[in-house]
């Protein structure tokens, strides 16, 4: 049995997401294909565009066997964070064989070599980001500087100024450190950049996607980049279940920001990020002006929104260090599946060292306080993204697994 698994966040679920599972398929011959997502939270630090549940079951409809969802407190964090907790939880399921990923460069020869290097040269790459960091440029500007001062060409720098080869490099490099059986493999990313805010026919980047599902009647101009079994799911829910944009939440946002007088305590919160918050920010205004208006050189788009969403959600630093230092796994849990990978799912419930939990609730696996802690927080925040469709769609979403 022959298993891959693909970390995505499928946000929205587009043609290109098909391709990767289809040749994910086609050339590794996979009997299985895993796909860890993201749940009601994205790694850029905003709300998903559409719920977790329709997210999965249009995975497994086009191709996924399995779906799990990658906890928050790794799917919203930095992308070496994201990496190295995705891929430990698809260690510790002690099924998968196989990383499949997208890449811009389509080489998967070279992100190792790349990956390789700077694994053994980890510590050293820290404390040159850090070294560039304390000049006031971005993490991204820092880490490519860093890349450089150890010795890599201007090339391989400039290679990982595109966001998938730089998550493939992220994975490759958690593989090495974990010393980790599972294989990495990559599938050149098709036609449109991923930055790209034009729609591009039938392959088009999941920003632009997004972008468009915000305008009002956006939906019909989509459709062309979404796999047509979904058109009537898209037609249905459009207006109804979806889309849940990031200023949805300015309100609750913006109360946040006005009951508290630092934020350091909320994790990846600076001491420079919580200034510019307290002075900055202004009650009322949008959650992307909010960011807008706080954003410089030093603090990224991405860097701010994550450090706001994790205000917002309650995400506290010391709750995320007591986790890195327990060194323990954390939790999964699956939400959805076809029926004809029952067996794999067996085998998943016979081989993992993760606790399960289902609904954001421990299960049959016990857990630690720290654990426990983590897990309610989540609770909390998938409360928080059912309580925005409320508000503005008048739904609710069942609590049950997707069966197909």
Same mark, same amino acid.
């Given at each position: =049995? ?76 930095? /992308?070496?964070?994201? /990496? ?123 920003? /632009?996607?997004?972008?468009?599902? /915000? ?43 006005? =009951? ?36 410089n050189k030093s603090l990224t788009w991405s860097r701010i929104s994550r450090g706001l969403l994790h205000i917002l959600l309650g995400m506290k630093q010391e709750i995320k260090d007591s986790y890195t230092r327990s060194e323990q796994p954390l939790y999964f849990q699956i939400l959805g599946f076809k029926k004809e990978a029952s067996s794999l799912i067996r ?26 802690? =983590? ?11 059912? =309580? ?17």
């Amino acid at each position: =049995m022959k298993t891959a698994a693909i970390i995505c966040e499928y946000n929205p679920f587009h043609n290109g997401h098909l391709y990767h599972i289809e040749e994910t398929k086609r050339i590794l011959g996979a009997d299985y294909i895993i796909a860890l997502m993201s749940g009601n939270y994205v790694q850029r630090g905003a709300p998903a565009v559409i719920e977790k549940k329709t997210r999965a079951r249009m995975a497994l409809m086009n191709g996924a066997d399995l779906a799990l969802e990658l906890p928050l407190w790794f799917s919203s964090g930095s /992308a070496p964070y994201f /990496a190295d907790g995705s891929v430990a939880l698809l260690e510790g399921l002690g099924v998968v064989d196989i990383l499949s990923f997208g890449s811009e460069c389509g080489s998967l020869s070279l992100l190792i070599s790349l990956g390789s290097l700077l694994a053994d040269r980890e510590e050293d790459l820290t404390e040159q980001i850090k070294k560039f960091l304390k000049t006031g440029i971005s993490y991204p500007k820092a880490r490519e500087k860093a890349i450089l001062s150890l010795g890599c060409s201007k090339s391989d720098a400039d290679i990982l100024r595109e966001p998938n080869n730089l998550l493939g490099l992220e994975y490759i490099m958690a593989l090495k450190r974990r010393n980790s059986s599972i294989r990495p493999f990559c599938i050149p990313r098709k036609q449109s950049s991923h930055r790209s805010l034009d729609l591009t026919g039938s392959i088009s980047s999941a920003s /632009a996607i997004r972008s468009q599902l /915000a305008v009002f009647d956006g939906l019909n101009k989509c459709l062309e980049s979404m796999p047509e079994n979904l058109h009537p799911i898209l037609r249905e829910d459009y207006r109804r279940r979806f889309p849940i944009l990031l200023d949805d939440f300015s309100n609750l946002l913006s109360y946040k920001l006005c =009951m508290e007088d630092s934020f350091e305590d909320y994790w990846d919160v600076s001491k420079d990020l919580s200034d510019r918050l307290i002075s900055m920010t202004v009650p009322g205004q949008p959650f992307s002006c909010q960011i807008e208006a706080v954003k410089n050189k030093s603090l990224t788009w991405s860097r701010i929104s994550r450090g706001l969403l994790h205000i917002l959600l309650g995400m506290k630093q010391e709750i995320k260090d007591s986790y890195t230092r327990s060194e323990q796994p954390l939790y999964f849990q699956i939400l959805g599946f076809k029926k004809e990978a029952s067996s794999l799912i067996r085998e998943i419930k016979k081989k993992k060292n993760w606790p399960m939990v289902r609904h954001l609730r421990p299960l049959h696996d016990p857990l630690t306080k720290v654990q426990e802690q =983590m897990l309610q927080t989540e609770r909390k925040a998938d409360a928080l993204y059912q =309580m925005m469709l409320r508000a503005k769609f008048k739904t609710q979403v069942k609590e049950e697994q997707i069966i197909i």
